[in-house]
């Protein structure tokens, strides 16, 4: 499921949002609606301003409001719409939300210790990490398939999803998955149209992006 089409040289910019309280206590969000600090929003206007430079066609965000705030700081940079989207919201966790890391391990061991075995686990009683994938990866390339030619899409998520959706477009199976490190506050992965389909260019980035220059271009 890559939804490319040869040639087009469209370009996906999978950007987490900014830093939240609960970020920086290790509470696992998951769905909750957890706004930015002042810190991120200060982050997101780092990045926007570095992320305008690559003059987007295109914006779309998930609607909790640590995207959409992340996701405005671009939009009044740019003077775009932005689309909103639940579909690319965090993962559901059920009972896991609002714990903290040490809260879920001493609570749900059994439970964490399968899922970074890479075992399907319905954490919390939530979601899949397939059905994460299922929802969001449609909803990007949706945005994706309206690029022009070389167009640029800068999709505002979270890093769970992130990570779900570009391991569906590189077409891994799920498994692998938890190979793709998380990302930073603030940081982006950049996807490319090759031949084959979407490529991973840059993760994890706080820079932009520079010329690929040897032999693997």
Same mark, same amino acid.
């Given at each position: 499921?890559?939804?490319?089409?040869?040639?087009?040289?469209?370009?996906?910019?999978?950007?987490?949002?900014?830093?939240? +309280?609960?970020? %920086?206590?290790?509470?696992?969000?998951?769905?909750?609606?957890?706004?930015?600090?002042?810190?991120?929003?200060?982050?997101?206007?780092?990045?926007?301003?570095?992320?305008?430079? %690559?003059? #987007?066609?295109?914006?779309?965000?998930?609607?909790?409001?640590?995207?959409?705030?992340?996701?405005?700081? %671009? /939009?009044?940079?740019?003077?775009?719409?932005? !689309?909103?989207? +639940?579909?690319?919201?965090?993962?559901? /966790?059920? +009972?896991?939300?609002?714990?903290?890391?040490?809260?879920?391990?001493?609570?749900?061991?059994?439970?964490? !210790?399968?899922?970074?075995?890479?075992? #399907?686990?319905? $954490?919390?009683?939530?979601?899949?990490?397939?059905?994460? !994938?299922?929802?969001? /990866?449609?909803?990007? %390339?949706?945005?994706?398939?309206?690029?022009?030619?070389?167009?640029?899409?800068?999709?505002?998520?979270?890093?769970?999803?992130?990570?779900?959706?570009?391991?569906?477009?590189?077409?891994?199976?799920?498994?692998?998955?938890?190979?793709?490190?998380?990302?930073?506050?603030?940081?982006?992965?950049?996807?490319?149209?090759?031949? $084959?389909?979407?490529?991973?260019?840059?993760?994890?980035?706080?820079?932009? #992006?520079?010329?690929?220059?040897?032999?693997?271009?």
């Amino acid at each position: 499921m890559n939804g490319s089409r040869s040639g087009r040289g469209r370009k996906i910019v999978l950007w987490r949002h900014g830093q939240t +309280a609960w970020n %920086l206590e290790h509470r696992f969000q998951g769905s909750t609606d957890i706004p930015l600090t002042e810190t991120g929003v200060g982050q997101a206007r780092r990045a926007a301003r570095l992320l305008a430079s %690559l003059k #987007p066609h295109a914006i779309v965000a998930s609607d909790l409001r640590r995207a959409t705030a992340t996701a405005a700081e %671009l /939009a009044a940079l740019t003077g775009m719409e932005v !689309a909103y989207d +639940a579909g690319l919201r965090e993962t559901y /966790a059920g +009972a896991w939300q609002g714990l903290t890391h040490e809260e879920i391990v001493g609570r749900h061991g059994e439970e964490y !210790a399968a899922w970074k075995r890479g075992e #399907p686990v319905r $954490r919390g009683g939530g979601e899949l990490e397939t059905e994460v !994938a299922d929802r969001a /990866a449609p909803v990007v %390339l949706e945005h994706a398939d309206k690029l022009p030619d070389s167009g640029t899409l800068v999709v505002v998520s979270h890093g769970g999803t992130i990570r779900t959706t570009i391991g569906r477009l590189l077409g891994l199976e799920s498994h692998h998955w938890e190979g793709l490190g998380g990302l930073s506050n603030c940081c982006w992965s950049v996807l490319g149209e090759g031949a $084959r389909g979407w490529r991973l260019l840059e993760h994890n980035a706080g820079t932009l #992006p520079e010329p690929v220059l040897g032999d693997d271009t």
